[in-house]
C-alpha cells in the first residue's frame, strides 16, 4: 500500500487537458452505463444548539476495466476559514478492483475534489456554452470560484471575468488572486445581475441555502454551471431557471433530484432532464440557436472521484 500527501498529489495532478481528458472519460463511461455508482452517503454535523457546523460526503464509482476504484470521504466546514482553515478537506483511497485490497491512499485534503469540481464544469462549459464565449460571471469568491475560472481557460477564450459576492474583502482577494495567478482581470459588481449582464457563461460556487441566482439575471444565449447544490439543504437557483431554460443538464439525474438543484423544485419537474455523461459518450451538443439558455447542475459524482484518483495515482506510480 502506497500513501501520497497532498504535495505529491498536487504536483502529480494539475488543471490541464490531460486531467481534463481523465475526467471526460470518466463521464462517458457514465454515459455509456459502464459505472457502478451508489448514492452518495452524506451527513451533516450539527452542535447541540442545532446550528449546522458541517457536513461529510462519501462517493465511490467502479469504471468497467479500470483495475482501480475509489472511496472519497469529503467533508465541508464552511465557517473554517474564520480559523484560519480551508472549508474543504478529507481523503481518497483506491482499492483494487480485482482483489479487494488497499492500493493507496491519496491524503489530498480536499485537493483532488476542487480539481475534479473544476474540469467537470469545464465539460459543462465545452459540451452547453456557445464556441464564442469569452466573459464569465462568477457567484461566490472561494477557491472553487478562481478554479472554475482558470478550467474554463482550457476550452473557451476567457478574457473577461465578472464577480459578485457578499463579502467585499473576499471579493477583492479574489480579484488579486486572479490577476496574479492567471493574468486576468476581474470586476467587482455589487449584484449577481449586475455580474451576469455581460456574461455568456455564469458559475455559481456558493454554499447558499437560497437562491442566489434568479431567472430575470440572466440574458439569452448565457450558459449556467451550478456547483454549490451537492447537500439537500444547499439551493443556488431560482426554480424559475430550470422550468425556462431552454435544456437542463445534470450530472446524474437521480443526484440531482435527491440532494441537487431538482430536489428544491416545487411539484414535478416536467421538462426534460439530460444526463451530462449522457451527451459527452454521443458528442451530441444541444445548443442549436446563439440565443437559448443551457442549465447545468452539478453536484459532483462517485464517477468523477474514481477518474481523477486512478489518473493521479498513475502519474504518481510512473514517477517513482
Given at each position: 500500500?502506497?500513501?501520497?500527501?497532498?504535495?505529491q498529489?498536487?504536483?502529480?495532478a494539475r488543471?490541464?487537458?490531460?486531467?481534463?481528458?481523465?475526467?471526460?472519460?470518466?463521464?462517458?463511461?457514465?454515459?455509456?452505463?459502464?459505472?457502478?455508482?451508489?448514492?452518495?452517503?452524506?451527513?451533516n454535523?450539527?452542535?447541540?444548539?442545532?446550528?449546522?457546523?458541517?457536513?461529510?460526503?462519501?462517493?465511490?464509482?467502479h469504471?468497467?476495466?479500470?483495475?482501480?476504484?475509489?472511496?472519497?470521504?469529503?467533508?465541508g466546514?464552511?465557517?473554517?476559514?474564520?480559523?484560519?482553515?480551508?472549508?474543504?478537506?478529507?481523503?481518497?483511497?483506491?482499492?483494487s478492483?480485482?482483489?479487494?485490497?488497499?492500493d493507496?491512499?491519496?491524503?489530498?485534503?480536499?485537493?483532488?475534489?476542487?480539481?475534479?469540481?473544476?474540469?467537470?464544469?469545464?465539460?459543462?462549459?465545452?459540451?452547453?456554452?456557445?464556441?464564442?464565449?469569452?466573459s464569465v460571471?462568477?457567484i461566490g469568491?472561494?477557491?472553487?470560484?478562481?478554479?472554475?475560472?482558470?478550467?474554463?481557460?482550457?476550452?473557451?477564450?476567457i478574457?473577461?471575468?465578472?464577480?459578485?459576492?457578499?463579502?467585499?474583502?473576499?471579493?477583492?482577494?479574489?480579484q488579486?488572486?486572479?490577476s496574479?495567478?492567471?493574468?486576468?482581470?476581474?470586476i467587482?459588481?455589487?449584484?449577481?445581475?449586475?455580474?451576469?449582464?455581460?456574461?455568456?457563461?455564469?458559475?455559481?460556487?456558493?454554499?447558499?441555502?437560497?437562491?442566489?441566482?434568479?431567472?430575470?439575471?440572466?440574458?439569452p444565449?448565457?450558459h449556467?454551471?451550478?456547483?454549490?447544490?451537492?447537500?439537500?439543504?444547499?439551493?443556488?437557483?431560482?426554480?424559475?431557471?430550470?422550468?425556462?431554460a431552454?435544456?437542463?443538464?445534470?450530472?446524474?439525474?437521480s443526484?440531482?433530484?435527491?440532494?441537487?438543484?431538482?430536489?428544491?423544485?416545487?411539484?414535478?419537474?416536467?421538462?426534460?432532464?439530460?444526463?451530462?455523461?449522457?451527451?459527452?459518450?454521443?458528442?451530441?451538443?444541444?445548443?442549436?440557436?446563439?440565443?437559448?439558455?443551457?442549465?447545468c447542475?452539478?453536484?459532483?459524482?462517485?464517477?468523477?472521484?474514481?477518474?481523477?484518483?486512478?489518473?493521479?495515482a498513475?502519474?504518481?506510480?510512473?514517477?517513482?
Amino acid at each position: 500500500m502506497k500513501i501520497y500527501n497532498k504535495q505529491q498529489i498536487s504536483t502529480a495532478a494539475r488543471l490541464n487537458h490531460d486531467a481534463l481528458r481523465a475526467v471526460e472519460e470518466g463521464f462517458v463511461a457514465l454515459g455509456r452505463g459502464e459505472v457502478s455508482m451508489p448514492p452518495v452517503l452524506s451527513m451533516n454535523i450539527t452542535e447541540s444548539n442545532g446550528d449546522m457546523t458541517g457536513e461529510v460526503d462519501i462517493k465511490t464509482a467502479h469504471i468497467k476495466g479500470n483495475e482501480r476504484f475509489a472511496i472519497k470521504v469529503s467533508t465541508g466546514f464552511f465557517n473554517n476559514p474564520a480559523l484560519g482553515l480551508p472549508s474543504l478537506s478529507g481523503l481518497m483511497v483506491l482499492f483494487s478492483a480485482r482483489t479487494g485490497v488497499v492500493d493507496s491512499v491519496l491524503f489530498d485534503e480536499g485537493y483532488l475534489t476542487d480539481l475534479r469540481t473544476a474540469l467537470a464544469g469545464a465539460l459543462a462549459a465545452k459540451y452547453l456554452s456557445r464556441e464564442d464565449s469569452h466573459s464569465v460571471a462568477v457567484i461566490g469568491a472561494g477557491l472553487q470560484a478562481e478554479l472554475q475560472v482558470a478550467a474554463l481557460t482550457l476550452v473557451r477564450g476567457i478574457d473577461q471575468v465578472h464577480l459578485y459576492a457578499r463579502n467585499p474583502e473576499r471579493m477583492a482577494a479574489y480579484q488579486q488572486r486572479m490577476s496574479e495567478h492567471h493574468g486576468l482581470e476581474v470586476i467587482l459588481h455589487d449584484s449577481a445581475r449586475s455580474a451576469c449582464a455581460k456574461a455568456d457563461i455564469v458559475v455559481t460556487t456558493t454554499p447558499s441555502t437560497e437562491p442566489v441566482l434568479h431567472w430575470a439575471d440572466l440574458k439569452p444565449g448565457t450558459h449556467v454551471t451550478a456547483m454549490g447544490s451537492d447537500n439537500s439543504h444547499k439551493q443556488e437557483l431560482e426554480s424559475t431557471i430550470l422550468d425556462q431554460a431552454d435544456f437542463m443538464v445534470v450530472d446524474r439525474r437521480s443526484q440531482s433530484e435527491s440532494i441537487g438543484e431538482l430536489h428544491h423544485f416545487p411539484g414535478e419537474f416536467h421538462g426534460q432532464v439530460h444526463e451530462l455523461g449522457d451527451l459527452i459518450a454521443r458528442q451530441h451538443y444541444l445548443r442549436t440557436d446563439p440565443a437559448q439558455i443551457t442549465v447545468c447542475d452539478l453536484s459532483g459524482t462517485g464517477v468523477q472521484d474514481t477518474a481523477i484518483a486512478n489518473y493521479t495515482a498513475g502519474r504518481l506510480s510512473a514517477a517513482v
